[in-house]
């Protein structure tokens, strides 16, 4: 079975902070992708990455950016965390080409900025 | 463009009544479509998924859904709801941009409620 992970679960953090979150994925899939979720909106991507390195901008970037050195991690960045960045945040993974499929979601991390 | 629209925010049934979670999409293509569920404080999980093939697609625990072409409607069901089911359920419609990289659109969500 695919298995992400996202580093926490909950995360607490100030305003004006820089925030790391990290996803890791053990099924050596290419593409990963950046969700958050708020109630009444569902899931909105962030950023997607189909390559180590490589990214593009998903339906709501600003104020994010991402960071894909290893072809199983892709991390989040908040480069200055504001309140209306709280959120539930999952990242999710797929095999390149799986136009059709499903793709593979971690547990998510509620993120609060105080 | 693609668009996924989930008729009830909420549902509510009671123990061993069947369950029915309504989704209509709109897709240029042939497209692909999901149903996910979310547990509390929990990721999403695939119940099921319908990729051109049966039009009836039978998932895990006990759910089925029926990909309507005529009516762009791709509902989710099960005959008799268990306490466990209570979560939020999500319709997904999937298709390529013209990027050429997977494009996933989600519905807003339904709440499954479920009383003893």
């Known amino acids: 079975d695919v298995k992400v992970t996202q580093s926490s679960r909950y995360l607490v953090k100030r305003t004006g902070e820089k925030v790391f979150l990290e996803c890791v994925q053990d099924m050596d899939h290419e593409n990963m992708f950046w969700y958050r979720q708020d109630p009444g909106l569902g899931l909105r991507l962030i950023y997607f990455s189909y390559d180590v390195k490589m990214k593009e901008k998903g339906d709501i970037p600003e104020g994010y950016s991402v960071s894909r050195e290893k072809k199983e991690r892709f991390s989040l960045i908040l480069e200055s965390a504001s309140t209306n960045q709280t959120s539930m945040y999952l990242c999710a993974s797929i095999l390149a080409g799986g136009f059709y499929q499903p793709q593979h979601f971690g547990d998510g991390t509620r993120l609060s900025i105080l | 463009a693609q668009s996924v629209t989930q008729l009830d925010s909420h549902v509510s049934v009671s123990e061993g009544t069947p369950v029915l979670l309504r989704c209509n999409y709109s897709?240029?293509?042939?497209?692909?479509l999901f149903w996910y569920v979310q547990h509390p404080n929990k990721g999403l999980q695939l119940l099921l998924k319908y990729t051109s093939a049966a039009t009836l697609v039978k998932g895990i625990n006990g759910f089925e859904a029926e990909f309507k072409k005529s009516e762009t409607s791709f509902h989710l069901t099960k005959p008799s709801a268990h306490m466990s089911d209570a979560a939020e359920y999500f319709c997904?419609?999937?298709?390529?941009?013209?990027?050429?990289?997977?494009?996933?659109?989600f519905g807003t969500g339904t709440r499954l409620l479920v009383s003893p």
């Open positions: 997904v419609v999937s298709d390529r941009e013209n990027t050429g990289f997977q494009k996933l659109v």
């Open positions: 897709s240029s293509y042939s497209p692909s």
